[in-house]
């Protein structure tokens, strides 16, 4: 696609990047780039050629803002509470996409991730982040309510609920020493390190089995909301064995 608001590569054989590109508007996300990213994330559903997808956000301010609040503020008063329960779903489910998406994402943060931001960062399954990055649950702060976009469902299980409730309650930022600390992150690099660091877990994953990749990513997700061990077990059981028939016993 013809994209507008995002940029796609293939930067090496199997590794894509997906850049945001809004710099000038600090990578905030308006109806466009929600439209363009949506179908993005819809098409790597069957994409077998991309492994790996390294997400970073274009421009030296930041990685995203959010929602891009004047182009909202332009288009709320325009529609009724259907119209407008469907933007918020149909903005929302990008991040279930992400997750949905069979291709691990590698997410590098430097500046701010906030509100959609943030979650974009959550929804990826490893996050690589400067040490001037900062995070924030930004809904709370603009008269709604803390639990947005896929927010109250990932960060509390990613750093427990105490710590996740404070900064969704106060919609206050999250440093990058912060986020080491509390697990959030894999690691802190300088900033002209990001993509480097990036591309170098990349690659160590292109030398994986590149199904067995997705059903680790597709096991992870399903079993953070398990019923318990023998549903994980179950899981990581099939797996495997799918895997055992073609790596060790060659059939199909």
């Given at each position: 696609m013809d994209y507008k608001?995002?940029?796609?590569?293939?930067?090496?054989?199997?590794?894509?990047?997906?850049r945001l590109?809004?710099?000038?508007?600090?990578?905030?996300?308006?109806?466009?780039?929600m439209e363009e990213l949506d179908a993005f994330w819809r098409e790597r559903l069957y994409d077998l050629d991309t492994v790996v997808i390294i997400l970073s956000g274009n421009g030296e301010k930041g990685?995203?803002?959010?929602?891009?609040?004047?182009?909202?503020?332009?288009?709320?008063?325009?529609?009724?509470?259907?119209?407008?329960?469907?933007?918020?779903?149909?903005?929302?489910?990008?991040?279930?996409?992400?997750?949905?998406?069979?291709?691990?994402i590698i997410c590098t943060v430097h500046g701010a991730a906030a509100g959609q931001g943030f979650s974009f960062s959550l929804a990826s399954d490893i996050r690589i982040i400067s040490p001037d990055a900062r995070f924030n649950a930004a809904y709370i702060n603009i008269g709604l309510g803390?639990?947005?976009?896929?927010?109250?469902?990932?960060?509390?299980?990613?750093?427990?609920?105490?710590?996740?409730?404070?900064?969704?309650?106060?919609?206050?930022?999250m440093s990058?020493?912060?986020?080491?600390?509390?697990?959030?992150?894999?690691r802190v690099v300088e900033r002209d390190k990001l993509h480097e660091t990036a591309l170098e877990i990349a690659r160590?994953?292109?030398?994986?089995?590149?199904?067995?990749?997705?059903?680790?990513?597709?096991?992870?997700?399903?079993?953070l909301d398990a019923n318990g061990l023998e549903h994980a077990l179950n899981m990581e059981d099939r797996n495997q064995t799918l895997l055992a028939i073609g790596t060790f016993m060659g059939k199909k």
């Open positions: 608001t995002i940029q796609f590569d293939i930067i090496e054989k199997g590794i894509g990047h997906l590109n809004r710099p000038e508007a600090y990578n905030a996300v308006n109806h466009l780039m990685f995203c803002a959010g929602l891009d609040l004047k182009d909202t503020a332009e288009m709320a008063p325009k529609m009724n509470v259907a119209e407008f329960y469907r933007f918020q779903a149909r903005l929302a489910r990008i991040n279930l996409a992400m997750r949905r998406a069979p291709q691990p803390g639990a947005d976009m896929s927010c109250s469902y990932f960060l509390p299980r990613m750093i427990g609920a105490g710590r996740a409730y404070e900064f969704m309650y106060t919609g206050m930022f990058a020493q912060e986020a080491q600390a509390l697990g959030m992150v894999s160590v994953m292109m030398t994986k089995n590149h199904m067995g990749l997705r059903l680790t990513k597709e096991a992870v997700n399903m079993n």
